[in-house]
């Protein structure tokens, strides 16, 4: 009997809150390296479930912004917002199972409860659920007569951690911190929820991203397990940081991409920076995304955090 191998399946994912940056074009480069080098298929989704702090005109500027580093994908772009319905069928899979309870605490209750912040390798500061709410309610209409507020729906977390094999980073036994949200107060889905059911419909096999990202995997498995669907492998990056040591901000400059383009930087020059910060190209390379195809290798990227100065070989078209 013949066996075919199954292509691999990433995605880019951004969200239209804020506008591209360096960062965020790393990590994009290099999921579509890794799904491109193994001839796999690659898909685009628009993240804008957070209604309220999508800027106007950001899904097209994201678009643009991916077409002019050099970037593709297969199929049209998915906009999450569009596909509200999955998540809800998602929600009443766990419901059947009992996972879920109402919750009206507010974010400022939670953190005055909490006993301390819970802190995952000094990248993500998060407040540990104290269970306020568990067994507190019978169901969604008793919990808003009650309080008058809208409640929002928490997973019931039955196990202080999940252990997983990152394909970057190594064996990883990952806390969870405590009952997590699953669909907010006006009822959008969260986004650790919307993520999985989006990943798992697409048939995604890979998610490569940066490690900011790491401490939400475990509460993401948790729900491929729950949801009884297979969940993708996971390769989390180094971030790239300021001289100082910390993550891309403001205090570093304007790294967006709107800013090169401004600029009259070329795409060619910011992908041969991107690839020399992650270990693939020479320094001062101008190059396309197709150029560093060849020989592409997840090793080849350094372990530690890429430091960017802002004084690099980035340079103007003709």
Known sequence: MEHHKISPVGRLAPSPTGVLHLGNARSFLMAWLSIRSRGGILRLRIEDIDGPRVRSGAIEQTIEDLQWLGLDWDGEPEIQT???????????????????????????????????????????AETIYPG???????????????????????????????????????PQVGELSGDFVVRKRDGTPSYQLAVVVDDAAAGVTEVLRADDLLS??????????????AAPRFIHLPLIVGPDGRRLAKRHGDTSLARYRREGVSAQSLVGTLGY?????????????????DGFQLDRIPREPSVWDGRSHLEADD
């Open 82 to 124: 569009e596909h509200l319905s999955r998540h809800e069928k998602a929600l009443e899979v766990l419901q059947q199972q009992r996972l879920v309870y109402p919750c009206t605490c507010s974010r400022r209750e939670v953190e005055q409860a909490a006993s301390a912040p819970h802190e995952s390798e000094g990248i993500v």
């Open 132 to 170: 306020t709410c568990r067994d507190r309610w019978q169901d969604e209409k008793h919990a808003r007569s009650e309080t008058g507020r809208d409640p929002a729906l928490r997973l019931r977390v039955m196990e202080p951690a999940v252990a997983f094999d990152d394909q970057f980073t190594g």
């Open 216 to 229: 939400s995997t475990p509460r993401q498995l948790l729900l491929y397990r729950h949801l009884g669907t």
């Open 277 to 293: 910060l992650s270990g693939l190209a020479d320094e001062g390379t101008c190059c396309r995304p197709e150029d560093l195809l």
